[in-house]
């Protein structure tokens, strides 16, 4: 078999991989029949409204849940087998460092993808079962950018923590801390920015929670959703002088996409070139 | 063929910095108090040659092993696999060679005979013949029945089996055997050591540590010693008998004074009950034997008594047994 096509589907056969994302998809489940059940008697949204809300919704679970997929990922294509020595029985073939971090991150790439795509098409399913709609296509493929990039991101972290923690424990230790902070400390603290800054229905309070974003990778799904949906929250919260006023727009979001798909990883393969 | 050349490899004593050539500048960070793993290590296996790489535990062997086959790198110096340097010329390199670690290590879910076609497509062999290979390879270690069954679930020895048959992936001209037999059972043993003399045979270039004196003493054509990171001697077998410690034990027929004068105006000699020993290892036995004769004695027995490997190695580390 080839090596690359092995290593993918090493990604996709691991057993954590798959219970986040089958946790996903059934939080994604649970979240959406609530809401139509509270949501639909009080006639509160119309068809589209309804459809970028339950998007929304599912994103924000998504969001939270894809940097587990990250972690367990590059933890199990890269730093386990960095960490326990199994990658050196690679390293003996013909084949350089370099190959074998950008193969192995390329397989997470596009395993991540395929795994993601799938649970936002069960997503989809959902949402044609629970509200009759299916949800719109743009706004789906806004997510998957957001969410592949997010986990992507971690990904890479775990194999920048590959080269600089020699055991597992530790690396995925950190992964955990690095995890807690990203993903749940740094939410806390954007609310707290925007408020301390004149809220979240000003231009300056909007504008340093995006940035607070930018800087945060679990934070990209929802600034490509806002970008998709015209608007914060679900186009709840539109900035008085536009999404470009306060930092959302396609420039930004490509560099922010990128930076995180991309440096994390590049950092790990430097390290990879010059270290044991 | 292998070549070691001025190979050192230096650990920096804060693991965040990168290792520093010992023989470069200062940098931050960097404590220079740090003895080197391995200092300026040349060494050269030749086609057809088993080199024994002997030293006491942190001398620096599995260091110079794991720098050669690419899986380390040399703070200084290079190291060169049939003329291509491991670090710059890896494809090359590593395309001729083989490598079983003192500890193998291979992802655990995998089933032996997936993950041994997995390492060939490294190499650019795949389909059905592979696949056969692979088979036969895990038949001619032992791990017959085996294919199917998870690594994770085979024994230390298993494991060491089965490092076996990933070395042997590529048909190696240059091998590299850390404590190859270490955990091996006895058909083990037998296997490995048959398995060497026949590559030797076939010109394959190896260099083999080990812990088993008696075994390095047997297989290898040269030793290497390595103390401290040093490479403090490199000795044929020839050498070795002629060692320092190896000594004449003759017996003849009706020993008296004049064979101990005779054989004392050879070298320093010593009576063990009717034998004499003489301790003159540059000494030709031949001679020895003809001199007695003509002087009227019979040689009932003669032999080259040489120092063993242990104690020859204790002797040059410069410590008791």
């Known amino acids: 078999m080839n090596s690359f096509v ?54 924000m679970i998504y969001a939270f849940f894809v940097p587990i997929l990250g972690i367990q990922s590059g933890y199990s294509t890269y730093a386990r087998d960095r960490a326990t020595g199994v990658l050196e029985s690679v390293m003996v073939r013909p084949v350089t460092r370099e190959r074998i971090i950008l193969s192995r991150y390329l397989a997470v790439v596009i395993a991540s993808a395929l795994a993601i795509a799938v649970a936002l098409g069960l997503l989809d399913l959902i949402s044609v079962f629970e509200t009759g709609y299916a949800l719109p296509t743009l706004q789906l493929v806004g997510l998957f950018l957001g969410l592949l990039v997010e986990s992507v991101a971690f990904a890479g972290l775990l194999f920048l923590l590959a080269h600089l923690l020699r055991s597992p424990g530790a690396i995925m230790g950190s992964a955990v801390v690095v995890f807690v902070l990203i993903d749940i400390v740094w939410f806390f603290l954007l609310l707290f920015v925007g408020v301390f800054f004149g809220g979240l229905s000003t231009t300056s309070g909007l504008s340093r929670v995006v940035g607070l974003e930018y800087v945060d990778p679990s934070g990209f799904p929802l600034l490509v959703m806002a970008f998709v949906q015209g608007g914060l929250f679900g186009g709840l919260i539109q900035p008085p002088g536009g999404l470009g006023s306060i930092g959302i727009s396609v420039p930004f979001l490509v560099v922010a996409g990128l930076f995180w798909s991309i440096v994390p990883f590049l950092l790990a393969l430097w390290l990879a070139r010059t270290r044991d | ?3 070691f050349a001025g190979v050192s490899k230096r650990y920096p004593a804060n693991r965040w910095l990168p290792a520093r050539d010992p023989g470069g500048p200062a940098a931050w960070g960097h404590r220079e108090d740090q003895r080197p793993a391995l200092d300026g290590l040349d060494l050269e296996v030749r086609n057809g040659e088993i080199v024994g790489l002997v030293g006491l535990n942190g001398a620096g062997k599995t260091t110079a092993i794991r720098i050669a086959v690419g899986v380390s790198l040399p703070t200084r110096g290079s190291v060169s696999v049939d003329g291509h340097d491991i670090v710059e010329e890896k494809i090359e390199a590593a395309s001729t060679l083989g490598w079983v670690p003192e500890f193998p290590n291979f992802e655990p879910q995998a089933g032996a005979l997936d993950l041994l076609q ?40 298993m494991k060491k089996r089965f490092a076996m048959a990933a070395a042997l992936l590529n048909r190696p001209k240059n091998l590299f055997l850390d404590e190859l037999l270490n955990g091996l059972d006895p058909q083990g043993i037998r296997f490995s050591r048959n398995l060497l003399l026949s590559l030797r045979q076939q010109g394959c270039a190896i260099l083999l540590s080990s812990h088993i004196l008696t075994e390095i003493e047997q297989l290898s054509d040269r030793i290497a010693f390595v103390h401290q990171g040093k490479l403090i001697k490199t000795i044929s077998h020839e050498e070795l008998e002629k060692a320092p410690g190896s000594r004449l034990r003759i017996r003849v027929t ?35 034997n003809a001199q007695l004769v003509r002087r009227g004695y019979r040689v009932v027995d003669l032999h080259t008594e040489r120092e063993d490997l242990e104690a020859y190695f204790f002797r040059l580390i410069g410590e008791d047994t």
Not at chain 1, 15 to 35: D, E, K, N, P, W
Request: glycine share 10%.
């Open chain 2, 1 to 3: 063929m292998l070549r």
């Open chain 1, 6 to 59: 092995y290593d993918v589907l090493r990604v996709l056969r691991n057993r954590g991989v798959l219970l986040v994302m089958l946790l996903t998809t059934l939080l994604s489940f649970v979240a959406l029949t609530i809401f139509v059940a509270v949501a639909r008697p009080l006639s509160a949204f119309q068809v589209n409204a309804d459809q970028t809300i339950v998007v929304l919704i599912m994103g």
């Open chain 2, 254 to 288: 009706s020993p008296d004074q004049g064979a101990l004068e005779y054989l004392r105006s050879v070298g320093p000699t010593e009576t063990d009950g009717p034998t004499f020993v003489l301790a003159a290892p540059q000494v030709d036995p031949a001679e020895v």
């Open chain 2, 118 to 157: 997995y390492f060939a497509g490294y190499h650019g062999m795949a389909g059905a013949p592979t696949r056969e290979w692979c088979i036969s390879l895990l038949k001619q270690v032992g791990l017959e029945g085996r294919e199917r069954d998870r690594v994770g679930t085979f024994s230390q020895g």
